[in-house]
C-alpha cells in the first residue's frame, strides 16, 4: 500500500517496499595497544577471545592490548579489529640447532615469525625423518602445531625435503651459507630471546600515514571499525584528542578517551572544557578489573569497557544506564556529588563502573562531549544513527552509480527513492535487526524537483533523505548525491 505525506511543501508518495535493505553493521570496535607476538601495524580481525589469544598472545599485565581487549569482549563484543604496536628494541625469539660432530655446527636457526615475549613459548622437536637420511620437526606454539617430514638441508637425499622450501606460519628458517649436510641433533629445544622492546609513547599509539601505522592503520578496514580506542592509556592531551577526532571524522567512527589513572572528577572537567566533538566520549574513572589468567585486580583504564558496552548496542539505543561486566567499580570511591559534576553539561564526563539508576555498575549516561547549545545533539545514539544512516543509505545506492539516468515512471529517480525507503521502512517497526523501532518517521524525496537538468545533465542524481530520531523534535537531513564512479552524503540537521 503506498504511503502519501508532505514534509515542508514537498508531496512524497512511498509504495510499501518489497524487500528490506539491510543497514551495515556497527558494533565492529578496533583498539591500538601492546601485545605479546603477532603482526605490527597491521589490521587484523578477530571474531573471539580465542582467536585474539592464539595470535596476539594471552594476558600480561605490562603489555595494553590483551587487558583493554578484554575489557571490551567482557561486555559481549568479540568482533574487532586489532592493530599492535612495539617500542624500539623489540626481537624475535630464535634457536639455532646444531649437528652432533665433536665441533659441532649450525644446521639451521628457527626464528619466531613475529617479535616479542610470545615467542618464548614456542619450541622445536626435532626427530629422526620417515625417510633414512632425513629428519622431522615438530613445531609448537600454543594450541597450534606443525610437523615437517623427511627434511633435508640438500637435495643429495632422495625423496626429501628441502629445509629452505618449507613455509611455517610459527617460524621462519635461515641456514649456513654453505648449507650444513649433517642431520640436526635429536631433542626438543625452546625458543628464547624475544623481547616487547622499549614502551610505546602516546605518538606511537596515534601512528603516522604512508605508512600507516597505530591508530591510522585502522582506517578503511574490512570490516570498518564503528568505535575505537587506544588501549590502557591515558589520551586527553590535545594532539591526541586532535588526532582521535580527525580520524574519526575520516572514518565515520566514535573514540573513547580518558586521562590518567587516578584522575579526579575536577581534573576530569579541566581536560574537557576544551574539547567539542560528537565523537568523542569522555570516561572516568579507571576501573578495578579481575583478570582470572593472572589471578588478579588490575587496575585498567575504563575506556574498553565503554566501548565494548556500546558495541553491543544498535546505534539508536543509549548506553547510558546500561550495566557493565568486568569490574569491580571505581579504582577510588565515587560520590554523588562527583556524578552530578560529572554529568554538568560544561563537563560532559561519563562516569564509568557507578551505582546506576537500573541497579547494579554501569555506565551513567550516554553524553558525547559536544559542546552543542542543543542537548538533542549531544547524545551517543544521534551520532551513531547519523552514520549509520549515512554508511547503509551510500552503501545501498553503490549499485546505480554510472547508470543511465531516467526520470520517468520507474526509472532511476524512482528506483533511488524505492531504495533507501526499503531501508528506512523498516526502522519503523520492529522487522528489523533490532526487532523495535528505531526511528519515528522519515521521508525520501528523489523527483524532478530536486533532480532538475541542471543536476541530470551533469550525470548526477540527488536522493533528499529526512529522518526524526526518538527524544528529538528535528529532523536529521541528509542530501547524497551519486555522479561518475562516486556515492557522497552530506548530513545536517533542520531548525525546527
Not at 558496552?309 to 577510588?332: D, I, M, R
Not at 529526512?466 to 536529521?476: G, P, T
Amino acid at each position: 500500500m503506498a504511503n502519501a505525506y508532505t514534509v515542508d511543501g514537498v508531496y512524497n508518495i512511498d509504495e510499501q517496499p518489497p524487500l528490506q535493505v539491510q543497514g551495515i553493521s556497527t558494533g565492529i570496535w578496533g583498539i591500538v595497544g601492546t601485545f605479546s607476538k603477532g603482526p605490527v601495524n597491521t589490521p587484523t580481525h578477530i571474531l573471539s577471545l580465542d582467536d585474539l589469544e592464539n595470535i596476539f598472545g594471552g594476558a600480561d599485565p605490562s603489555l595494553t592490548g590483551y587487558i583493554g581487549a578484554l575489557s571490551a569482549i567482557g561486555q559481549g563484543a568479540s568482533e574487532f579489529q586489532v592493530v599492535r604496536i612495539v617500542g624500539s628494541g623489540a626481537t624475535a625469539a630464535s634457536v639455532t640447532i646444531n649437528d652432533s660432530e665433536s665441533t659441532s655446527s649450525e644446521v639451521f636457526t628457527a626464528t619466531y615469525n613475529s617479535v616479542g615475549t610470545g615467542g618464548n613459548s614456542a619450541t622445536i622437536t626435532v626427530s629422526s625423518g620417515t625417510k633414512t637420511g632425513t629428519f622431522k620437526l615438530t613445531i609448537e606454539d600454543g594450541d597450534t602445531s606443525e610437523v615437517w617430514d623427511n627434511l633435508a638441508t640438500t637435495s643429495t637425499v632422495t625423496g626429501a625435503t628441502l629445509l629452505s622450501s618449507i613455509t611455517s606460519q610459527i617460524v621462519t628458517f635461515s641456514q649456513p651459507e654453505t648449507p650444513n649436510t649433517n642431520l640436526p641433533v635429536n631433542g626438543e629445544y625452546p625458543l628464547s630471546g624475544g623481547a616487547n622492546g622499549s614502551t610505546p609513547t602516546v605518538s606511537d599509539y596515534v601512528g603516522t600515514t604512508s605508512p600507516n601505522t597505530g591508530l591510522q592503520a585502522l582506517s578503511g578496514t574490512t570490516p570498518a571499525v564503528n568505535i575505537v580506542f587506544l588501549a590502557n592509556i591515558a589520551c586527553s592531551d590535545s594532539n591526541t584528542v586532535s588526532a582521535l577526532e580527525t580520524f574519526c571524522e575520516n572514518n565515520k567512527c566514535m573514540a573513547a578517551i580518558c586521562g590518567a589513572q587516578g584522575n579526579t572528577i575536577t581534573q576530569a572537567i579541566t581536560e574537557t572544557a576544551n574539547i567539542d566533538s560528537d565523537r568523542l566520549v569522555y570516561c572516568w574513572p579507571w576501573q578495578q578489573m579481575y583478570v582470572d589468567d593472572l589471578q588478579q585486580t588490575l587496575t585498567v583504564a575504563p575506556t574498553g569497557h565503554w566501548v565494548g558496552l556500546v558495541a553491543t548496542l544498535y546505534p539508536h539505543q543509549s548506553p547510558g544506564n546500561k550495566n557493565l561486566a568486568y569490574t569491580s567499580g571505581p579504582e577510588f570511591p565515587v560520590s554523588s556529588d562527583d556524578i552530578q559534576k560529572a554529568m554538568d553539561p560544561s563537563a560532559r564526563v561519563v562516569p564509568i563502573g557507578v551505582t546506576i539508576p537500573r541497579g547494579g555498575i554501569g555506565c551513567f549516561s550516554g553524553q558525547t562531549l559536544s559542546q552543542n547549545a542543543n542537548p538533542q545533539l549531544r547524545p551517543v545514539y544521534r551520532r551513531r544513527m547519523d552514520d549509520f544512516i549515512v554508511e547503509s543509505v551510500e552503501t545501498s545506492l553503490g549499485q546505480y552509480v554510472d547508470e543511465p539516468i531516467t526520470t520517468t515512471t520507474g526509472g532511476l529517480l524512482d528506483q533511488q527513492q524505492h531504495t533507501v525507503s526499503a531501508f528506512l521502512d523498516p526502522l519503523l517497526g520492529e522487522n528489523n535487526e533490532a526487532g523495535e523501532p528505531m526511528i519515528q518517521a522519515y521521508s525520501v524525496q528523489c523527483d524532478t524537483k530536486n533532480n532538475p537538468p541542471s543536476v541530470t545533465d551533469n550525470d548526477m542524481t540527488i536522493i533528499d533523505t529526512r529522518v526524526q530520531l526518538f527524544n528529538m523534535n528535528r529532523f536529521l537531513l541528509f542530501r547524497t548525491t551519486i555522479a561518475a564512479g562516486v556515492v557522497t552524503t552530506t548530513s545536517s540537521v533542520s531548525n525546527s
